[in-house]
């Protein structure tokens, strides 16, 4: 705070009383004896006041063996290589979440900073890229936009949605607390501790929905969740990450709807404010279940560590007890998180830990020696004699007393034991708040299971190691050495649990077509050959000329836009569809928006989830008349026929004969929009393909808003032409009875 600088009082006397006493000063911790003293002094005599109201002493940073960095030891590593290592971002990270920022001194290691690359940054930056890849493959492979605006957002119906979005809130209004009482110590813990949750919790529970194997719907939910949290976050991390923040702030910015933005500088984070916490999202009571259940999981894992058990290893059951009924009803309705973390078959819950031969012991830690020194032998063997109950309640209190001696929570080591004669089938291991019992009894069919999951492990490395993506078509064939070795029966008892993992068939020697790769592995002490081969597609049987497609209600009104029904005619659907009768809507709004061939081709892979396979399409079933650019030209004739689809690279066709319907094989909606003077008309599919993917109702607002311009904005659907009474549905099957009908829609 300067004086004598600003020759106060002889001149700006005014100024210099509008910002004293400064809001905060800043320094090592080395000038408490200098600095800190002599503005103290000064301010006292002059003024009769603290010339600070609040103050950020740092400590010392020395060198890696504790003395000073000295130029002449030469005991510390450039600076500049540091920061051309690993990047400034990382150095700064690491300086302010350590002990330097509450003014105790720091020994340096370069190791640090590259752990803060390593746990924070790369996890970070794979969770954003995830975001950004699965962005590009919803828009071209699912013909969706994704324009967000953070003002209306809504969160999900989907548990792990709502708790990070609700952790994420708590967060940002947590930040701004400490940041505005300057406990600025206390804030990069919390934000290093966020990108773990986010990561290995939200994003690796969440990869299948992310990647849109829950439908087209589900897969919105997921990532516009994931998109509010990393734009949250950025914002967030901003001031103490600025160049990563940035990077990844100038992708993300272009999914903000322009609307929600006008008037406000966006061109850089950093001309960003702190972002407000949306007490609306935050639920205490998700997150406490949440954080429950990580905590349950972790304790496995503990017990899974201790046996040397991996988690492919699947494990019977798991046991958690726990004295309050509300915890273990948070824990059953997150079971199917637990039981697939764990690889676990079945979730028990429990009040009664005595019911499974569970007991607490304790034991004297060696650190009271010291201080009860005589004592000591005769209270470590009152200590290992103290019953059940009265260990409870010493965990309670924290607090105990053996033959008058007062002893805390750090001189006593609780663990669990099995009473004598129990089923020792389990293993424990607790918190002190939940124990947690796990099943651990070797089951051959568990066993077999987990050599399945070796397998699919080897096979997937294998992949990676050849370049191999998703889509190309591939084959698996597999030996093993020698034949009598139980992986032999192994292998083909579980190929179908192999199948839903890699999504490519396996089959056993010898290999059939061209090889890409092949590799010999150890399994446990068998020998594994693998051989991948590139796949000539054949023709599905499973799809037969006889199957016809459902009856739809017909229409009380007839499509307000031009549309075809499609037919799958060769092949299978994939990714979770099994219908081979579509439909695909030519233009929407009414009159606006006509599609192209291309567009058509991919629009119909996305309807029967062959993404990345090659089509056609057709005017007849056998093949010939492939749709052109001049058919598309003429919209009114093409309107309400049935095109086929077909696979090219299979020779053989399902459907012999024309299917014939007069109404689209869809449930649709008309919809009319009223804005202001004028009125627009369009059209929107409540499934597709038929009878699977039901629309519910928020994703029908949506839709309506992506027809009609008018994404980030509040939209009312009415059934009559005046905005009044507007409609609302609680489940698909209720959006499905407006089949057939008109609704009418207003901002």
Known sequence: ???????????????????????????GIDQTRGWFYTLLVLSTALFDQPPFKNLIANGLVLASDGQKMSKRKKNYPDPLNVVNKYGADALRLYLINSPVVRAESL??????????LKDVFLPWYNAYRFL??????????????????????????????????????????FVRQEMAAYRLYTVIPQLVKFVDKL??????????????????????????????VLFSMVKVMAPFTPFLTELIYQNLRHLIDPESIKGVNVDSVHYLMVPKPRDDLINPDIERAVARMQSTIELGRVIRDRRTMPTKYPLREVVIIHPDQQCLQDLSSLDEYILEEL??????????????????????????????????????????KLTNDQLKRFRETGEIDVLGHKLGEDDLKLTYTFAQGADSKYEAHSDNEILVLLDVTPDQSMLDEGIAREVINRIQKLRKKASLQPVDKITIYYDVEPSTASLASIIPSHSEYIFNTTKQPLSAYPPVGPEIITETTDLKGTKLHLTIVKREETSSSSTSAVVQPKIVPEPQTKPACRYVNLVLSNGTPETGTSSVFGSLLLENPK????????????????????RGKEVKICKSPDRSKEVTSSDLGNLDALSGSTLYVFIASVT?????????????LCRFINIE?????????????LENPQQEFPMDFAALKQQVCAIFGIVGKSVTLCDSNKKQNGLTCRAPEDVLRFHGKTLHAFV
Not at 111 to 116: E, F, N, S, Y
Not at 204 to 211: G, T
């Open 132 to 173: 950004i890849q699965n962005v590009q493959r919803f828009q071209i492979e699912d013909g969706e936009q994704l324009m967000l605006n953070e003002d209306e957002f809504v969160a999900s119906n989907n548990f792990m949605d709502k708790w990070i979005l609700s952790f994420t809130q708590s967060l940002i209004k």
């Open 673 to 685: 929009f009223h804005d202001k003077s004028t009125t627009k008309y369009g059209m929107v599919l």
């Open 199 to 228: 990561t290995n919790w939200y994003v690796r529970s969440n990869r299948k929905r992310i990647k849109g194997e829950g439908g087209v719907q589900d897969c919105r939910h997921a990532l516009e969740t994931l998109f509010m």
């Open 652 to 664: 053989s066709s399902n459907f012999n004969t024309p299917i014939k319907a007069s109404n689209p």
């Open 591 to 610: 009159g606006k928006s006509p599609i192209s061939y291309d567009v058509m081709k991919q629009q119909a892979q996305v309807v029967f989830g062959i």
């Open 107 to 116: 020994r340096f290691k370069e190791t640090g900073v590259k752990d803060i």
């Open 343 to 384: 690889n676990v078959r079945s979730l028990t819950t429990s009040q009664d830990q005595l019911k499974y031969g569970v007991s607490l012991k304790a034991e004297p830690d060696n650190t009271i020696g010291k201080r009860l020194k005589g004592d000591f032998k005769a209270v470590s063997q009152a200590i290992r």
């Open 1 to 27: 705070m300067p004086y004598a600088q600003q020759h106060y009082p002889f001149e700006h006397k005014r100024e210099f009383e509008d910002c004293f006493p400064a809001d905060f000063i800043a320094e």
